[in-house]
C-alpha cells in the first residue's frame, strides 16, 4: 500500500511508491521543459506539411510528399551550379579557345584553370595518379621532371587528349615494349645480362662481364627505341635508363620483369568525354606541378 510524505532531506513529497525501502520522489520535469516538447511536436507536424518529409510508393516507383511550398533542394542546387557555369561562360570560352600559352599569362584566366583543372583531375586522373599527382607503380609521377612522351603544354594536351595506347582514339601514342622473354626472343640467360646493362647505365652493375655481355644484346635489341647511350626517346615513349626514375620499378628484379614481360600500360583518351575548356584546364594544372617543360 503506498503512502506519501515528505522526503527528509530534499523536502519535496514523495509518490507514495516504495521499492525495497526506497522511496520515489514526486519531483517533476519543469514546466518550461514541457512546453519545449510540445513545441517541437506541433513544429515537426508542422514540417512535415510544409517541407518534403515522407516517402511512399506508387506504381512508377519511390517519391516522396512535395509539401505545400513545393521545396526541392536538388533543384536549387542545380540552379546554383548552373548559375555559377553561367557566370563562368565567358572566361570558359576564352581557356576553350585562347592558346594555353596566352591563357597562362592571363593571372584572372590562369587562376580559374587551374581550379577547373584541379577539380577535373580529383575526379578523372586521381584514382590513377594519386590526389597529389605523385603516381604509382606503373602511373607515373607528374610532379617531377621526367616525362616519358614530353612535359611542354602541347605535349601534355596531347597526351591528355588522345591518351597511351588506348585503341578507341585514332590519334592515341603508340608504342609497345616487347616481351623478350614470353615470346621467346630471348634467352633467360640473356635477359640476365642485359638487366645488368641497364644496371651500369646507371653505375648499379656488379658483374661487369655480365654486363659487357648485355651490351651487345642491348645493342641490338633495345637501342631502336631507348637509344644507343640509353637516355630514351620521347617520340616513341621510351623512358630514360640512365637515371634514378623508373615507372615500373628500377630493382634487378624489376627489370628482368620488364624485359621477361613487356610493358604496355594504357591512359584514356579525354577527347569527347570532357569539354575543350575542361581538358585545357586539365593541361594548365598538370603543366603548374613543378615538373612543366617550357
Known sequence: MSEKHKDDVTGVETTGHSWDGIRELNNPLPKWWIYTFYATIVWCIAYWVVMPAWPYITNEGWTYTKGLIGYEQREVVTGELAGIVESRADAMLQIAEMPLRDVAADPALMELALAAGRAAFGDNCAPCHGSGAQGFKGFP???????????????IQYTVNHGIRWEANDGTRQNIMMAYGRDGILSRAEISDVAEYVLSLSGRSENAEAATRGSEIFATQCV???????????????????????????????????????????????????????????????????????
Do not use: K, Q
Open 141 to 155: 609521377n607528374l610532379n617531377d621532371d621526367e616525362w616519358i612522351w614530353g612535359g611542354t603544354l602541347e605535349d
Open 224 to 294: 631502336t627505341c631507348h637509344g644507343a647511350d640509353g637516355t630514351g626517346n620521347r617520340e616513341l615513349g621510351a623512358p630514360n635508363l640512365t637515371d634514378a626514375i623508373w615507372l615500373y620499378g628500377g630493382e634487378r628484379a624489376n627489370i628482368i620483369e620488364s624485359v621477361s614481360n613487356g610493358r604496355s600500360g594504357t591512359m584514356p583518351a579525354w577527347e569527347g568525354r570532357l569539354s575543350e575548356a575542361t581538358i585545357r584546364s586539365l593541361t594548365l594544372f598538370v603543366h603548374s606541378l613543378g615538373g612543366g617543360e617550357e
